[in-house]
């Protein structure tokens, strides 16, 4: 093609025509809005084998030689993706925590991609370098935290545990750690035996090694044992050890669990420990007007860990940090000196965190935040606790059904079997038994929990935070455990473990199950 200067026009094969582009989206969101409307008549998850997905996708051929047509692409990556994956954002969807995703931030990472800014710094992204700062504040406001703190967006709760780790290492281990390392600080973390696997993580990729973790005993709640907190802290102390950092929970993932934030608040500042909360599942139940107390604290920390794609509905991915004194993200995270834009100084994320070039994982989460506000967002997670605290005492009412937990938005329980005898073998027996109803649950599309450990025992959870579940789809669980329950139980006892049978009745109803609820 010649050009008016008589250069010839340079044609790139990924370059698509302006009317070829607004065809293919329109078509593609046309789809997508299909797929949206048609998620509660599909199963959950087609529960396909890893050989029969490679199948569809001919996962074995080689790299194409030569491209192909847009459009067919698109049809056939959707079609690829709507039969067959696992659906989050289904009515029924209740596993682990993941949350259906909010239409506005679909459509929002579609516009974030085309204006592709670079979130790392300001001059590459003023507009989007202002609303990730807008939309970490107003994160903070719903968590009643100081919004003149620091913060940026992260992939998720495991990055900005990690960040917050790090940024308490910096200032609490006494002597510049980035540049001397941490040989021979003997610095010490305390955190539940709850938490969450991203401390281990932490503990190694900071240097610290995973022996510097102090794991600290749960109450019969789940939530941790303050005595024994102030115990390990002044042992360590006096064996000459620095503990730095105090890890509260507020919502632990396999339960829910609130840890008592005053009384840690309460410690940290009596040994100078940072307090840091991960707060990537359970901190915005603090929107919701009956929270836990044990919220309100919130305030007090010094870090917070929050998931943006787990209680805000924001397509994955999207964590946040927010770290009370803003300083301190650059003094662990910045080799640069601040940078100052018309006399105003400009945020540069790549001095605030460890990434360098960033996505705009924000934009998604402050359309959220504009289309529904705080009001919105209240009713949504106050709605989801509520739901699973009907779940619970909906499952209660099953003989065959033990309810163990129920805290925040999750439930946890069991199936066991009416003519269950007593016997050394019984809990194994359960566990096996639970285990298969699971993996079968799962398979069969019709709902999707996962699984927590309930005091050694195998369990069910169902953790709702999806803004599309109503009181309908959880009456159809329980029933659903109880056929399935009795389909495997009638598989494996014969054959399997040998469990004395007794009357049915003879072990204690679930009514004495203890109850989480914060
Ligand atoms: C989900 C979760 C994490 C990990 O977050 P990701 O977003 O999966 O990285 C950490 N802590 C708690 C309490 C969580 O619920």
């Not at 007007?289 to 991915?317: F, G, M, N, Q, T």
Request: net charge negative.
């Amino acid at each position: 093609m010649q050009e008016s200067n008589g250069a010839v026009a340079r044609h790139s094969p990924l370059e698509i025509a302006p009317a070829e582009f607004r065809a293919l989206g329109h078509r593609l969101v046309d789809r997508i809005a299909e797929f949206l409307e048609s998620l509660p008549q599909r199963p959950v998850t087609p529960g396909e084998s890893p050989a029969r997905i490679r199948q569809a996708l001919a996962a074995e051929r080689s790299l194409p030689h030569a491209g192909s047509d847009a459009a067919g692409l698109l049809d056939r990556a959707a079609d690829l993706l709507f039969a067959h994956s696992l659906f989050n954002s289904h009515p029924r969807f209740w596993g682990y925590v993941t949350s259906s995703a909010a239409p506005i931030g679909v459509l929002g990472d579609l516009l974030a991609s085309a204006v592709n800014a670079n979130v790392g710094a300001w001059p590459l992204s003023p507009m989007a370098s202002e609303i990730e700062a807008q939309t970490v504040r107003w994160i903070a406001e719903l968590l009643n935290y100081p919004v003149d703190c620091g913060g940026l967006f992260v992939s998720g709760g495991n990055m900005a545990n990690l960040v917050c780790f790090l940024a308490a290492r910096q200032a609490r281990a006494g002597r510049d750690v980035r540049k001397e390392g941490v040989d021979g600080a003997r610095l010490r973390v305390y955190c539940s035996t709850e938490t969450h696997t991203w401390i281990q993580k932490a503990a190694d990729i900071s240097g610290m090694g995973t022996d510097a973790v102090r794991w600290i005993a749960v109450d019969g709640q789940g939530r941790v044992d303050t005595r024994a907190v102030r115990a390990q802290i002044e042992r360590d102390r006096d064996a000459g050890e620095r503990p730095i950092l105090l890890v509260a929970n507020a919502g632990t993932v396999s339960t829910g669990a609130v840890d008592p934030l005053p009384e840690l608040a309460h410690i940290g500042r009596e040994f100078g420990l940072w307090l840091h909360v991960d707060g990537a599942y359970g901190a915005l139940a603090a929107v919701a007007p009956d929270a836990p107390a044990a919220l309100r604290a919130l305030a007090e920390a010094d870090s917070i860990a929050v998931d943006p794609h787990k209680w805000l509905y924001a397509p994955l991915e999207a964590g946040c940090v927010l770290v009370r004194e803003a300083g301190r993200l650059r003094d662990a995270f910045s080799y640069h000196p601040p940078y100052y834009h018309f006399g105003d100084e400009a945020i540069n994320y790549f001095d605030l965190g460890p990434q360098n070039s960033r996505g705009f994982r924000a934009l998604k989460v402050w359309l959220a935040l504009e289309q529904v506000g705080r009001e919105g967002y209240a009713r949504m997670i106050a709605d989801d606790i509520r739901l699973s605290g009907e779940l619970f005492a909906h499952l209660a009412q099953f003989p065959e059904i033990e309810a163990l937990t129920q805290s925040l938005s999750i439930a946890t329980f069991r199936f066991v079997p009416a003519d269950l005898g007593p016997g050394e073998e019984r809990d194994d027996y359960l566990d096996q038994l639970n285990r298969e109803l699971l993996t079968r649950l799962q398979n069969g599309g019709e709902a999707y929990l996962s699984n927590a450990l309930i005091q050694g025992k195998f369990a069910l959870r169902a953790c709702i935070v999806n803004f599309r579940t109503s009181a309908s789809d959880i009456r159809v669980l329980p029933p659903l455990v109880v056929r399935i329950g009795r389909e495997v139980d009638a598989e494996l006892r014969p054959s399997g473990l040998r469990i004395g049978s007794g009357p049915a009745g003879q072990f204690p109803h679930p009514s004495g199950a203890r109850s989480t609820n914060g």
